[in-house]
């Protein structure tokens, strides 16, 4: 049985920083393009970042590009999203998601991925 457990939520004034954390259990992550996803309140869930199989390529929404930083650690099963410069509009449920497609594909829509996560809350505020 597989499960994505999210981590490293919380409330940061704005400016700040935090480190999201997604474990993987079930699946081995280097077997899967990963995805972040950024639910806002009473909005869409968007994506925010993706990196594929391979690990090559790595994509990031417009609004996060030098801000926030996707990496993976094959040997803890685990993806993180560095957030750095933190806004009020960064606030929500930050989603971890994965789909078994191979080479350097980064699937951009939420319906592509197949394992999801419970999500982690941000909060940016003063």
């Known amino acids: 049985q597989w499960q994505l457990v999210e981590s490293g939520g919380g409330l940061v004034q704005p400016g700040g920083s935090l480190r999201l954390s997604c474990v993987a259990s079930?699946?081995?992550?280097?077997?899967?393009?990963t995805g972040w996803f950024h639910q806002a309140p009473g909005k869409a869930r968007e994506g925010v970042s993706c990196?594929?199989?391979?690990?090559?390529?790595?994509m990031y929404a417009d609004n996060v590009k030098g801000r926030f930083t996707i990496s993976r650690d094959d040997a803890k099963n685990a993806v993180y999203l560095e957030m750095n410069s933190l806004k009020a509009e960064d606030s929500g449920i930050y989603y971890c998601?994965?789909?078994?497609?191979?080479?350097?594909?980064?699937?951009?829509?939420?319906?592509?991925?197949?394992?999801w996560g419970k999500g982690t809350q941000v909060t940016v505020s003063s």
């Open positions: 990196i594929s199989m391979s690990g090559m390529k790595t």
């Open positions: 079930g699946i081995t992550l280097d077997r899967y393009a």
């Open positions: 998601a994965a789909r078994g497609i191979s080479g350097n594909r980064c699937p951009k829509s939420e319906y592509e991925y197949d394992h």
